[in-house]
């Protein structure tokens, strides 16, 4: 099984710059490393995770000053927490793609899952039941698969003879459909399967509801940092941070337009984002994506939430 690295976690607890006895929320609890930083930093931790096996890693951490909240974390506004700093790590864990019983990766065989939590939809019910337009709009919206349509209409003539249930399955598929892998270095299924697992989880949702909520959470002064791994994620935190510092009027197909007249929620720690080091990419391959942007709360009241 692959180590868990907590990505660009140096930099995350820089910008955070926790002083002892404040509150930290970790909103993607995981394996815990940021959890475990913000502890060594004297904090008191809420930590946040919608998967149950992460109470296996949370068992080792110390009840007087940590707390792990069984919920997602676009409801942290949900729990009367009012924190000094809150910490995101959006995307899937190096765990969760190990373990092939969840079903989220193409080169381990296993049930065609894909949640995070222990509820919803799973990526079979997805690939099964929705239409052809649905799944071809899916796999071009969350996967910026360019081949969307010719995949679903091949998707769908083959789930009428039997029904995707195993994650390999799936993955031939996708490489039948498109002709093989042509010499790519990328999986034809890569996108697919992102798309998938964005769809089940609707993780865009969650993303932008919980950066409203750690703005409703924050204390004056607070600072919240989040790290993203593909270019969807990234255009919702950079229109958010970039709206609510008051820097343009917003707006992107995932976020409303700017509401005029508010006044700047958060003020930028840095311009634009910091990325991994080579160092921290040859250590990690996975980090090679991330980008991390932050920005400190004002004393501005929160916006109102998007519908």
């Known amino acids: 099984m692959t180590a868990h690295h907590s990505v660009l976690l140096p930099e995350v607890m820089e910008a955070l710059a926790l002083k002892p006895g404040?509150?930290?929320?970790?909103?993607?609890?995981?394996?815990?490393?940021?959890?475990?930083?913000?502890?060594?930093?004297?904090?008191?931790?809420?930590?946040?995770?919608?998967?149950?096996?992460?109470?296996?890693?949370?068992?080792?951490?110390?009840?007087?000053?940590?707390?792990?909240?069984?919920?997602?974390?676009?409801?942290?506004?949900?729990?009367?927490?009012?924190?000094?700093?809150?910490?995101?790590?959006?995307?899937?864990?190096?765990?969760?793609?190990?373990?092939?019983?969840?079903?989220?990766?193409?080169?381990?065989?296993?049930?065609?899952?894909?949640?995070?939590?222990?509820?919803?939809?799973?990526?079979?019910?997805?690939?099964?039941?929705?239409?052809?337009?649905?799944?071809?709009?899916?796999?071009?919206?969350?996967?910026?698969?360019?081949?969307?349509?010719?995949?679903?209409?091949?998707?769908?003539?083959?789930?009428?003879?039997?029904?995707?249930?195993?994650t390999l399955d799936l993955a031939d598929a996708v490489e039948a459909a498109v002709g093989g892998r042509r010499g790519a270095k990328v999986h034809p299924a890569t996108r697919v399967f992102q798309a998938l697992r964005i769809a089940v989880n609707d993780e865009l949702g969650e993303l932008e509801q919980g950066l409203d909520a750690a703005e409703r959470v924050l204390k004056v002064g607070g600072r919240l940092a989040v790290v993203t791994f593909h270019s969807l994620e990234d255009r919702i935190v950079k229109a958010f941070f970039t709206e609510r510092a008051g820097r343009l009027p917003g707006g992107s197909r995932h976020l409303p337009p700017k509401q005029e007249g508010k006044a700047a929620t958060f003020r930028l720690i840095f311009n634009g984002h910091i990325s991994p080091t080579e160092a921290e990419i040859e250590a990690n391959p996975r980090a090679r994506s991330a980008k991390l942007r932050a920005g400190v709360r004002t004393n501005a009241p929160a916006w109102e939430a998007a519908a």
Do not use: C
Not at 35 to 63: C, E, H, N, W, Y
Not at 115 to 138: F, H, P, V, W, Y
């Open 22 to 166: 404040e509150t930290a929320i970790d909103g993607t609890f995981g394996a815990g490393g940021y959890s475990k930083a913000m502890l060594a930093a004297g904090a008191k931790v809420i930590a946040f995770d919608r998967d149950p096996t992460a109470q296996a890693f949370a068992a080792k951490f110390p009840k007087r000053r940590f707390t792990l909240i069984e919920d997602r974390f676009s409801q942290m506004d949900r729990h009367g927490i009012e924190a000094d700093a809150v910490a995101l790590d959006i995307g899937v864990s190096s765990m969760q793609l190990d373990e092939a019983g969840r079903g989220f990766s193409f080169m381990r065989d296993g049930p065609l899952d894909m949640r995070m939590g222990a509820s919803g939809k799973t990526a079979a019910d997805i690939i099964n039941g929705e239409e052809q337009a649905d799944l071809a709009r899916i796999f071009w919206l969350y996967g910026e698969e360019r081949d969307s349509r010719h995949i679903a209409k091949y998707l769908v003539r083959r789930r009428e003879e039997a029904p995707f249930e195993r």
